[in-house]
């Protein structure tokens, strides 16, 4: 691996359990093994390093983690929740990687909410796409299913949040047992 993705990979990583601004250059370069004058190669400031982070990490790691429902081939709400149960104790804990960064950087420069927000859509995109495969194969109802993958997309984020405040991974799966009951009340009789 290259010393440019080491430092990306890393800022992935410290930003997360950090958060943008109590993240440390510093930590990133010496836990990578360079001095600033090798990052200073590959980006000009912290703020481009992030943003580059959010399109080539971010985005790569919401299209692993979620884009396999797009090659689901049945039990589509299923494998939904299935997917939404995956994430880890320490995940849920540290909030999820794309809504913190949400959180802390959309209001605050224009260029880090462009990012952030065609991800997010992204990640909605995908959602609605095994929605529409789970409304064509009769698992559930739903006239709106935009809509619908806008709502799960909040919800999750919403279950993410709470467990995080709480730092309380039952707290997770107690938000996600009740998106199942959603899922439950829009099968098809």
């Known amino acids: ?20 601004e109590a993240s440390s250059i510093n930590k990133i370069l010496k836990d990578v093994g360079v001095n600033k004058g090798s990052m200073y190669h590959y980006f000009k400031s912290k703020r481009e390093l992030t943003l580059t982070m959010i399109k080539e990490n971010l985005s790569k790691y919401i299209e692993k983690k979620y884009g396999v429902l797009l090659e689901v081939k049945e039990n589509y709400v299923q ?7 995956e994430s880890s104790n320490q995940s849920v804990c540290n909030g999820c990687r794309l809504n913190n960064l949400v959180q802390e950087l959309s209001h605050r420069d224009n260029d880090f909410k462009v990012e952030l927000e065609k991800i997010y859509i992204r990640f909605e995109e995908i959602i609605e796409g095994a929605i529409l495969k789970a409304i064509e194969n009769k698992e559930i109802t739903h006239s709106n299913p935009k809509r619908l993958s806008i709502y799960l997309v909040a919800s ?10 709480s730092q309380n991974f039952e707290i997770y799966n107690e938000c996600i047992d009740e998106v199942e009951n ?3 009340s829009l099968k098809c009789l």
């Open 156 to 165: 999750l984020e919403g279950c993410v949040s709470t467990a995080k405040k």
């Open 1 to 20: 691996m290259d010393i440019r993705q080491k430092i990306l990979d890393k800022a992935f990583e410290e930003i997360h359990k950090n958060g943008y």
């Open 182 to 184: 959603y899922f439950n």
């Open 79 to 85: 494998e939904i929740l299935k997917v939404f149960r």
